[in-house]
């Protein structure tokens, strides 16, 4: 079946500008969670969603970011005015609820010029 | 807080065995991960402890001690295209029944003919 589905794969785009990356988990998965993943280094929480409850925001780094997702498909990370330090690659994972295993995405890889 | 170490880099040759450990520090530990990731591509989910023990699957094997905060990833019959970083990745459970993945920043294999 489909796996995690993520676009665009590769974004560039100018300092100050808003970006948008959108998610489309694996069908019946109710958990959904963004990381980034700067150059060499290991997955950071950002957030995590789980059917209707109120998503854990915990590790977003700033007011700059924002998660939305509908029910329990598609989601949006997005990132305003954006800043060279957010280049890295941002990767989604869903799963199903009660099961441990995270399935990722390609991930969608940012650069801020 | 919550800390993953694990070493930055190993080599080892091709046929041979290797261990990659993994020691934490974290609070409401309900499970531990471990992922192989190729440059450019996403985590794969490799094994999963969350009892005291080794787990073998094929070529991998996890192993998990509470008591010590410590897990090793054991590959056996090395392969080249075992050649990818691996993540250690603990779930920590949390008020209002959340639970999220703290990544290790990784650890890069190298394997050689």
């Known amino acids: 079946g489909a796996g995690v589905s993520q676009s665009p794969s590769n974004k560039v785009t100018e300092k100050g500008k808003d970006v948008e990356l959108r998610c489309d988990p694996i069908?019946?998965?109710?958990?959904l969670y963004w990381y980034r993943q700067r150059l060499g280094q290991g997955l950071e929480f950002l957030i995590y969603?789980?059917?209707?409850?109120?998503?854990?925001k915990s590790g977003l780094p700033s007011d700059r970011f924002s998660a939305e997702r509908t029910g329990e498909s598609v989601s949006t990370l997005t990132i305003q005015r954006t800043q060279q330090e957010d280049s890295a690659v941002y990767l989604c994972?869903?799963?199903?609820?009660?099961?441990?295993?995270?399935?990722f995405g390609p991930g969608t890889r940012l650069l801020v010029l | 807080g919550q800390n993953i170490d694990q070493p930055t880099e190993m080599t080892a040759t091709e046929g041979a065995i290797v261990q990659i450990n993994c020691t934490y520090q974290?609070?409401?530990?309900?499970?531990l991960f471990w992922y192989q990731q190729h440059a450019g591509e996403a985590p794969t989910f490799l094994s999963y402890?969350?009892?005291?023990g080794l787990e073998e699957k094929g070529r991998f094997s996890s192993f998990l001690s509470r008591s010590k905060g410590y897990s090793y990833l054991l590959l056996k019959e090395l392969q080249m295209k075992d050649s990818a970083s691996y993540l250690c990745?603990?779930?920590?459970?949390?008020?209002?029944?959340?639970?999220?993945?703290?990544f290790g920043a990784g650890t890069r294999l190298a394997v050689h003919p």
């Open positions: 402890n969350v009892l005291d």
């Open positions: 069908s019946g998965h109710t958990a």
């Open positions: 994972a869903s799963s199903r609820s009660g099961e441990e295993t995270q399935y």
């Open positions: 969603f789980q059917g209707n409850s109120a998503p854990d």
């Open positions: 974290t609070s409401g530990f309900n499970g």
């Open positions: 990745a603990v779930r920590s459970s949390f008020s209002g029944g959340y639970n999220k993945l703290i």
